[in-house]
């Protein structure tokens, strides 16, 4: 069965330091891997995708399959980054997803 | 384009109740998905329709069902409502034809009271 585990429901950091948003999965396939992130009274987006292999406002993630992670990462974080962030797979292309309970990030000025 | 719509935006029904939710997907998406978001914890999918045919089932109850018509908007629907099912609905659309990216509506937020 095909899980994901983000293990951060909570996560503050300073303006300017790194951040680093933590995600496990399990699959018995080949997963697609995808962070989405919703701001503040914002419908649910795509952040960044592990197949296209792009930085997305300064995001990238890299998936592990020895250590089945997809952590997100940013050097340098900025207050607009305060939000809600979903680790999600999918083994199908097309609109079926597997969530993780969300890591909500707050970045301090 | 408006994005991806979903009607009512806020619903309260007594236990026992059936609820009707209703998607309408960017113009051009043929596939639809739908999510339950309980408090705290993230989306938790409930089925994926492509082409007016269902092509696959979260871990619901036959209380839950689904449907998509002629003009790819969907339909999900909930039989004997219990206080458990009260959560935000997400509906989503993509065309997997293209990528494999979804967009998501702001959701129907269900109390059951």
């Known amino acids: 069965a095909q899980r994901v585990t983000q293990p951060e429901k909570l996560l503050s950091v300073f303006k300017g330091a790194p951040v680093e948003l933590k995600c496990n999965y399990s699959?018995?396939?080949?997963?697609?891997l995808f962070w989405y992130v919703q701001y503040s009274r914002q419908r649910l987006q795509l952040l960044l995708r592990?197949?296209s292999r792009e930085s997305i406002k300064g995001f990238t993630a890299d998936l592990n399959k020895g250590e089945t992670s997809f952590h997100l990462k940013k050097p340098f974080a900025q207050e607009e980054d305060s939000a809600m962030y979903y680790c999600a797979l999918s083994g199908y292309t097309g609109n079926q997803f597997y969530f993780g309970t969300g890591t909500s990030l707050t970045v301090i000025p | 384009d408006a994005g991806v719509t979903q009607s009512p935006t806020h619903l309260i029904k007594t236990r026992g109740q059936h609820v009707t939710l209703r998607c309408s997907p960017i113009?051009?998406?043929?596939?639809v998905s739908w999510y339950q978001q309980v408090l705290g914890q993230g989306p938790q999918f409930i089925f994926q329709?492509?082409?007016?045919?269902?092509?696959g089932r979260g871990n619901f109850p036959d209380r839950f069902s689904a449907r998509q018509f002629p003009n790819y908007s969907s339909e999900l629907n909930v039989n004997a409502l219990l206080l458990g099912d009260s959560a935000l609905y997400l509906c989503a659309s993509s065309d997997p034809g293209l990528n494999t990216e979804a967009f998501f509506g702001q959701g129907t937020r269900l109390t059951v009271v």
């Open positions: 699959y018995s396939g080949s997963p697609e």
């Open positions: 329709y492509y082409e007016k045919e269902e092509r």
């Open positions: 113009s051009g998406h043929k596939s």
């Open positions: 592990h197949i």
